[in-house]
């Protein structure tokens, strides 16, 4: 009984969460800033070219060429950078500007990429994962890079 | 069928096992000491140490040191293609209002300088008052001056879409007051540009 009670409470928090962490444009996540050969971005089964400007939006795809480079600023300010041959998914991504609260997913599925954390890493670090093929990283306010090499093209 | 599954499976863990993953901690920008834990099915390192890192060999991930050249080899297209450090601006107003100092106006031209020359640029506007008056009014008027500086912005060419205005009230003065102080730093207006 005390338990159930508990597990309802927690996930009433959980919900509570997530609800204030949504904005007025929930699936927008950021934008593309620099854009170097080729780059698309797979939404919803097209393939979209990211030229700087474009918007990134929660679970799309972005993908680099041989000859490739991107980069990304979040609407927390977080930066993402990827180099060439490399497929990065934005699985999740929040950010309630006024509060300043949120929390994000990133995916590396394969290649190189550059990280320089924002504003969620340094209000709530453990809202933030990074996750590779076979493992998930977690970031206190902070820079990094990661390499998967013979990762899937998925 | 069924006979070729487990040489599926047994081609899939060597193949795993080719695939090699390094995660490498970089010295932060802001001179802010940093962390990255990385976790696996079996194990959790925490790395600490800029250049040190972790690299993934035979299914788990070990210790790895290296060096800013080494970072440079593997990481430099990744680390070129990193968009422009966001920047802050403030901008403080006379008692009450929606109107700039004059030293703020000149703040506001090299601002909207950047806004023109950073690619794709984008900016959050947030408004910020003195303790003078309630809390609510002060919600308003912080809000107030957020949208003056964003009405601004656009009158001067900015697109709309990409710049967003919020107002904090008296909740995160830059210097802490007792209520009812008149205190100049704390009504301003904060830009972030991204």
């Known amino acids: 009984m005390i338990k159930s009670h508990r597990a309802l409470y927690v996930s009433l928090l959980v919900g509570c969460a997530l609800s204030t962490g949504v904005n007025a444009a929930p699936d927008v996540a950021g934008m593309v800033k620099t854009s170097a050969g080729s780059v698309v971005?797979?939404?919803?089964?097209?393939?979209?070219?990211?030229f700087v400007?474009?918007?990134?939006?929660v679970a799309d795809k972005l993908r680099t060429g041989e000859n490739g480079a991107v980069g990304v600023t979040l609407a927390d300010n977080t930066l993402l950078s990827a180099g060439p041959s490399s497929t990065l998914v934005i699985d999740k991504f929040m950010y309630d500007s006024t509060n300043q609260t949120g929390g994000m997913s990133i995916n590396v599925r394969k290649g190189t990429l550059a990280v320089a954390t924002g504003k969620i890493a340094k209000k709530t670090p453990e809202s933030i994962d990074f996750h590779t093929p076979t493992s998930v990283l977690g970031v206190r306010g902070t820079e990094f890079v990661v390499e998967v090499d013979g990762g899937s093209d998925d | 069928m069924t006979r070729h599954?487990?040489?599926?499976?047994i081609l899939s863990v060597l193949l795993a096992g080719c695939a090699s993953e390094r995660v490498v901690l970089l010295p932060s920008a802001d001179g802010h000491p940093g962390a990255v834990v990385v976790r696996d099915d079996w194990d959790e390192r925490l790395i600490r140490t800029p250049y040190t890192g972790t690299i993934r060999r035979l299914g788990a991930n070990m210790p790895a040191e290296t060096s800013a050249e080494d970072v440079n080899a593997?990481?430099?297209?990744?680390?070129?293609a990193q968009p422009k450090?966001?920047?802050t601006y403030l901008l403080y107003f006379e008692p009450?209002?929606?109107?700039?100092?004059?030293?703020s106006r000149s703040d506001f031209e090299r601002m909207r300088k950047e806004i023109a020359e950073?690619?794709?640029a984008e900016g959050l506007v947030i408004g910020h008052t003195d303790r003078v008056g309630s809390a609510e009014g002060n919600d308003a008027l912080s809000k107030r001056r957020a949208e003056a500086i964003r009405e601004q912005l656009l009158a001067s060419g900015v697109d709309g879409k990409r710049i967003e205005a919020i107002g904090r009230g008296e909740r995160d003065p830059l210097v802490p007051t007792a209520d009812e102080i008149d205190e100049p730093k704390n009504r301003r207006v904060e830009?972030?540009?991204r």
């Open chain 1, 41 to 50: 971005i797979e939404r919803a089964g097209k393939r979209i070219p990211a």
């Open chain 1, 53 to 57: 400007g474009t918007e990134v939006l």
């Open chain 2, 5 to 9: 599954l487990p040489i599926a499976a």
């Open chain 2, 74 to 80: 593997r990481f430099g297209a990744a680390l070129a």
């Open chain 2, 85 to 87: 450090r966001p920047t």
């Open chain 2, 96 to 103: 009450g209002g929606d109107q700039l100092t004059d030293a």
């Open chain 2, 118 to 120: 950073r690619p794709a």
């Open chain 2, 191 to 193: 830009i972030i540009l």
